[in-house]
């Protein structure tokens, strides 16, 4: 085959644009510093490099973002309950000097009031945030945990119950004692110590107090329903009384929130037992209600039962009365097909009954306080009375001392009975902070993982798409000597032509 210079310079070019072209590509890797720049150059390694993407970018996702945002509200919500334990730990202190029965009227009166403080101080507790999301309303993270203002709002509640809520609470029934003035007490002449009694009655005490009058209230369990009937706490009759002698009464006083049982009807709800066999809770009773004068500070009924909001006509929380009621827990994806709770619920540590237990305690210091103001009042007037009046007053402060005996040891036993209720609070308190430092170090040990993960990833992506630089360099210098030696032969055999040799 005879070979021609026209054949010779075609290979030659092609040979040099070959070698330009490889030279390319090595410049392109040195200055992308990757090993290819398009799909088609290497489809394994492009396929790879998806896929090595895409799980650094979830990595990244999860530790950079999720990870933090999930630690930030463990902490927030810590701290909150932290703040809550010790606010506890004072009131259980505050109860235990109450307690003591050699305290006066006037210390025990400061000592409800710092209570009532503490009381407050909790529940603004309960309302901490984080990032203007509220950390133990649930799902409803936009509303806050309590009534920030008073309002005008009807809601229909239902509270689940169980017999363990039932109480059992002595009331001093002082007859017309706290009437008595220095103006009317000659016709007092009724008030003796034969008028003075004191009463034990059981009672549901609802969540709030100053309840709505004009709602029915009713309480259920299984396929039995309770209308209770409505009396005011300084009616007639008086509505203690009424349910001690009645073993079937049913009894509601708004004013205090609290619905009074018969002996009959106490026993039918404690003997209540759950059917381990099925998946309803047949040791449950519910009490049906209604509130709509709010206060601030009131707790929203939306964070803890089945309501109805009655002006916007919204359901809240139906799902409570299911069989399968779970709670609002908030998950953040923190690992690849893993995810973790963050957040605590109100009914877990904020209850109700820690406001409720300082208002009985309130409750009970008034009525030994306005006892004792009567007293003292007939004291001053006996000691310039004569006669009959002295009889009449020596009669009344009789029954004023027997009321005040009687109020006062109430109120002591009241004190120390809430000793161990608030400390089954701060028990419940201290549950929570370990439950959420339990996902803190969870948060913590994922963390480590995703950061190890998130190296080996980004180590094999690496791996799979950038070049070596030092490799890349040195075979570029090299390319690029083999193109100049290239040039340099193709130029001297171009130079000769088949004249050169004829």
Request: aromatic fraction near 6%.
């Amino acid at each position: 085959m005879r070979i021609t210079n026209k054949i010779m310079q075609r290979n030659n070019l092609a040979n040099i644009n070959t070698n330009k072209v490889y030279q390319d590509a090595l410049s392109t890797q040195m200055s992308t510093q990757k090993k290819i720049s398009r799909p088609s150059e290497d489809p394994v390694v492009a396929i790879r490099a998806l896929r090595l993407r895409s799980n650094v970018t979830e990595v990244s996702q999860y530790y950079s973002k999720n990870i933090p945002d999930a630690e930030s509200w463990l902490n927030i919500t810590e701290d909150a309950l932290k703040n809550h334990s010790q606010i506890l730990t004072n009131m259980i202190s505050q109860v235990t000097k109450g307690a003591n029965g050699d305290l006066t009227s006037s210390d025990r009166q400061i000592i409800m009031e710092q209570l009532k403080a503490l009381s407050e101080e909790i529940y603004t507790t309960a309302n901490a945030d984080y990032a203007g999301r509220y950390v133990f309303t649930g799902y409803r993270t936009d509303t806050s945990l309590s009534m920030t203002a008073p309002e005008q709002r009807l809601y229909t509640i239902t509270q689940q119950l169980h017999s363990g809520e039932l109480q059992k609470i002595t009331k001093v029934n002082t007859g017309d004692l706290l009437d008595i003035t220095e103006g009317n007490y000659r016709t007092m002449t009724g008030v003796n110590e034969n008028s003075i009694s004191s009463v034990d009655v059981y009672r549901i005490q609802l969540p709030y107090n100053n309840c709505d009058d004009a709602t029915a209230v009713t309480v259920s369990y299984g396929s039995t329903s309770l209308n209770a009937t409505m009396r005011h706490v300084d009616g007639n009759p008086d509505p203690y009384k009424e349910a001690a002698d009645d073993k079937n009464a049913v009894i509601f006083v708004p004013e205090t929130g609290e619905v009074l049982l018969g002996e009959t009807v106490y026993s039918n709800l404690v003997a209540l037992k759950d059917d381990p066999n099925t998946k309803a809770d047949e040791s449950e009773f519910r009490v049906s209600f209604g509130k709509k004068d709010w206060v601030a500070g009131d707790l929203r009924p939306e964070h803890y039962f089945a309501c109805k909001d009655q002006k916007d006509g919204i359901e809240y929380n139906q799902e409570y009365l299911g069989v399968d009621a779970k709670r609002q827990e908030i998950e953040y994806d923190v690992g690849f097909n893993q995810k973790i709770r963050v957040n605590s619920t109100a009914d877990e540590c904020f209850q109700h009954a820690i406001g409720r237990c300082v208002d009985d305690l309130a409750v009970a210091m008034e009525d030994v306080i306005n006892i004792e103001r009567v007293k003292n009042s007939i004291s001053n007037k006996l000691k310039l009375a004569t006669g009959t009046d002295a009889e009449l007053l020596q009669q009344q402060l009789d029954a004023a001392d027997k009321a005040y005996t009687l109020a006062k040891d109430k109120c002591q036993k009241l004190f120390e009975s809430s000793i161990s209720k608030v400390q089954g609070f701060l028990d419940d308190a201290n549950v929570a902070i370990t439950n959420c430092g339990t996902r803190s170090s969870k948060v913590e040990l994922i963390k480590n993982r995703m950061q190890n993960q998130k190296t080996t990833i980004e180590t094999l992506k690496s791996e799979n798409e950038d070049v070596d630089i030092t490799e890349a360099a040195i075979q570029l210098n090299s390319a690029e000597l083999t193109y100049q030696a290239a040039l340099m032969a193709t130029g001297k055999v171009m130079q000769n032509t088949l004249l050169n040799f004829i």
